[in-house]
């Protein structure tokens, strides 16, 4: 069997590819002229030099393949120009559909986001059927993820075979950008989180997720959509420090920022960004505002279809630890 993953260089599809080689598949990676090198040890796949707004290297790379694990896309909460969401993560998708429809693949895997499932309900969990309202998305990139998620599904209402996954807060070892999950890590552990904001999210381990991958490839329903989430993972910020705290050897903060003075500092910051620096903020605006959503979530529906295992967190966490001072990260210890 062999498949294309886009964005095979990124956090989540490299892990996909790899995932994938150790099934004995035979892979292809898209990636861009300006990609990062392969992260992860181990073979590389075939590589192919294309972009998702480029067609006929699209379909150089689809040529010949069974199935395609659409994993790229354009994952931050700040861009200088917003208009990259939508090239990437819609017309990208967009384009993707169409070449593997033309190839006629078996099945296309289009990684999504838990961004695309509504607010979890007061003292309860979000799962698949939670109806996602446009008033409730924040930024380009929930509105860029949503869009391509539609467009992927009405791929599949009409016909070709497409699963959705959507995967959680993802952390773990490769994460070499970092992604906004694994900058909290890596802020926390380099001292950089001296309080917090009373939020929470599910964490999940990249490896889990690309298992999650292959099974709804193998087990999937096409017009189906699996949360990658870890059943355990559904974590206040201050206790997910705390987990991160135990792994690095450093005393989590203890200090609980109020919602308005971290909407102050989100909005200052991004304002400098726009305006001035045209670099990342510190406090992306879009983060503050996410703070109030409940992202708490329920992937009965993946480990029941498609029989996802999870790892324990604080090995994830552990790993994802390590791999940040592999990688040349200066991490202090401090007394627990």
Known sequence: ???????????????????????????????????????????????????????????????????????????????????????????????????????????????????????????????????????????GYERSKLAAERLALAAAAEGQDVVVVNPASTIGPGDIKPTPTGKIVLDFIEGRIPFYLDTGLNFVDVRDVAAGHLLAWERGVSGRRYILG??????????????????AGRRPPRLRIPYSLAWVAGLSSTFLADRVTGRPPAVPLVGVQLSRRRMAFDPTRAITELGLQHRPLEQTVADAVAWFRQTGRRVAASPS
């Open 1 to 139: 069997m062999r498949a294309l993953v886009t964005g095979a260089t990124g956090f989540i599809g490299s892990h996909v590819a790899r995932a994938l080689l150790e099934a004995g598949w035979e892979v292809r990676g898209l990636r861009r002229s300006s990609a990062p090198p392969w992260q992860l040890t181990g073979p590389e796949p075939e590589w192919f030099t294309g972009d998702l707004g480029d067609l006929d290297s699209l379909r150089r790379a689809v040529a010949g393949c069974d199935a395609v694990f659409h994993v790229a896309g354009h994952y931050a909460l700040w861009a200088p120009d917003e208009e990259v969401f939508e090239a990437v993560n819609v017309q990208g998708t967009r384009n993707v559909l169409l070449v593997a429809r033309e190839a006629e693949v078996q099945r296309v895997v289009y990684t999504s986001s838990v961004a695309c499932v509504g607010a979890a309900p007061p003292g309860g969990l979000a799962d698949e059927d939670t109806p996602v309202a446009e008033s409730e998305l924040r930024g």
């Open 230 to 247: 870890h059943p355990a993972g559904n974590l206040s910020l201050r206790d997910f420090l705390g987990v991160v705290g135990r792994a």
